[in-house]
C-alpha cells in the first residue's frame, strides 16, 4: 500500500498549549518528512499563533510550514474526508465530516491519538478498534516501550541537540539572542515552564540560599505573575531579578521550533504537561515534570508509572531525590526541602537523561503511526479480495 495521500488532523484547543502543541508538531512531520498533504483543523487560531508566530489568527485557511491550517468552527462546511483521519485526544468530530467519512466507509481510516502514559494497560490497548458502525475507530497511544506508539521526535533533532552541546558558538548565540551574556560553568542553568504552583517560593528560596549560582529562565506562562510576586513586582515591569545565588531572568513566549534550544542550553528543565516534557526528554537533560492534574487524582498513578520506569536504572540515593522533588513539585508542597538531594545527583541524572533518550529513539510515534496506517490498509485490501 502506499502511503496515504491526505490526512486530516483535528485539535481541539483546551487550554495549555499541550494539546495543539501535539497536533501541529505531528502534522509538521507528517508533511515535511513524509510527503503527506496534512489539513489541520484547530478551533483557536490564537492559541496556534502563539506556537507559530507566522501564522495569522483571522485567517480561516492559511498554509504554515507545509501544513494547511483551517479553523474548525461552529458551523462545519461540506469537505472530503481525508484518507487518514486523527481526532488528537479523543475530541468529538464535526457531525458533518463524521456523515462525509461515513458515505464512503472503507476508504478513511480513523485515528485517535491518545494522551501519552507509561503505565502499563496501554500496551493493551494500542491499536485496538473501536467499532462505529458503518465506521471503525482506532486507538493509537504513544509511549515508552516497543508495544506503543513511542514519541514524536523529528529526523534531525538528535543530531541537531549534539551539534548545539559540542558547539561552543551556538550556545554562545543562545545567549546573545536572550539579551545576556554567556553563563560561567560553575553556574547551575535551569529553565522554568509550569502551571502555577504553591512550591515555587519555597524552592527558589533554596536557590537564593545554594552554595552553587543558579541561573532561572522563566518563558512568559502560567508561573509568570507568581514569580513577579515573589520578587515584588506586582506591576510585571521587570524582566531581570537577582537575589542572594539566584538570577532569574524572563523570557518572551517561547515559538515551539525554539524551544529546544532553550532545554539544550539549560542543566535543569522544568516542565508541564505532555508536549514539553517529551521535548526536555530528547534533550538529554535532567527533568521535572509537573503532570497536569485530573480528576479524583489519577494524575498521581501516571506520574509515578513514569517515575519507576524512567527512573529503574538509578542508585537507591538518585531514586529517592529525583521522587522527592518530582512529588514535592506536583503536590505543591515543599520543594526547596527536597532540592539539596537532587543537586547532588545531577551527574547521575545527566547519564541517564541521554541513555534514555538514546533509547527512546529507536521508538518513534510518527514510523510508526504510518506502519499502523499502513498494516490496516493491507488488512482492508485481504479482506475485499476474500
Known amino acids: ?58 485567517l480561516e485557511i492559511q498554509r504554515c510550514r507545509g501544513v494547511e491550517v483551517r479553523l474548525w468552527g461552529a458551523t462545519f462546511d461540506d469537505v472530503q474526508p481525508a484518507e487518514v483521519v486523527i481526532d488528537a485526544f479523543g475530541c468529538a468530530l464535526p457531525e458533518a465530516y463524521l456523515a462525509a467519512m461515513a458515505e464512503v466507509a472503507g476508504q478513511a481510516l480513523w485515528i485517535n491519538l491518545e494522551y501519552l502514559s507509561a503505565e502499563d494497560w496501554v500496551e493493551g490497548c494500542h491499536k485496538l478498534p473501536s467499532p462505529r458502525p458503518p465506521l471503525t475507530r482506532y486507538f493509537f497511544f504513544p509511549g515508552f516501550t516497543k508495544k506503543t506508539g513511542g514519541l514524536l521526535l523529528e529526523r534531525d533533532l538528535l ?26 560553568a560553575n553556574t547551575l542553568k535551569i529553565s522554568l515552564f509550569a502551571y502555577e504552583n504553591a512550591a515555587l517560593a519555597g524552592l527558589f528560596d533554596a536557590w537564593e540560599n545554594s552554595a552553587r549560582a543558579v541561573l532561572c529562565l522563566v518563558p512568559e506562562g502560567r ?110 508542597g515543599n520543594a526547596g526541602l527536597e532540592w539539596d538531594a537532587l543537586a547532588d545527583v545531577l551527574d547521575e541524572l545527566n547519564v541517564l537523561a541521554m541513555a534514555w533518550a538514546h533509547e527512546l529513539a529507536e521508538n518513534t510515534l510518527a514510523l ?19
Open 1 to 58: 500500500m502506499k502511503l496515504p495521500y491526505s490526512c486530516d488532523i483535528f485539535c481541539n484547543v483546551i487550554d495549555n498549549y499541550g494539546d495543539i502543541g501535539v497536533s501541529w508538531r505531528l502534522a509538521r512531520q507528517l508533511a515535511n518528512e513524509f510527503g503527506l498533504e496534512v489539513r489541520l483543523w484547530v478551533d483557536d487560531l490564537s492559541s496556534f499563533a502563539r506556537l507559530c508566530p507566522d501564522a495569522d489568527a483571522t
Open 223 to 332: 508561573i509568570l505573575p507568581q514569580v513577579l510576586h515573589y520578587f515584588g513586582d506586582e506591576n510585571g515591569a521587570g524582566r531581570s531579578f537577582s537575589r542572594g545565588n539566584l538570577t532569574v531572568r524572563v523570557l518572551p513566549f517561547v515559538a515551539q521550533e525554539d524551544y529546544d534550544t532553550l532545554l539544550w542550553a539549560c542543566d535543569l528543565n522544568f516542565v508541564r504537561g505532555e508536549d514539553s516534557c517529551v521535548r526536555a526528554q530528547w534533550a538529554g537533560k535532567p527533568f521535572v515534570w509537573q503532570i497536569y492534574p485530573q480528576h479524583d487524582a489519577v494524575h498521581w498513578q501516571k506520574l509515578q508509572a513514569f517515575l519507576d520506569r524512567y527512573g529503574a536504572p538509578l542508585s537507591p540515593a538518585a531514586t529517592q531525590a529525583l521522587q522527592g522533588l518530582w512529588r514535592a513539585w506536583n503536590d505543591e
Open 159 to 184: 543530531a541537531r541537540r549534539d551539534a548545539f552541546l559540542s558547539d561552543p558558538l551556538q550556545q554562545q548565540g543562545f545567549w546573545e539572542s536572550a539579551g545576556m551574556e554567556m553563563p560561567s
Open 368 to 386: 510508526n503511526l504510518l506502519d499502523f496506517i499502513q498494516e490496516i490498509g493491507t488488512m482492508r485490501a485481504l479482506k475485499i479480495e476474500g
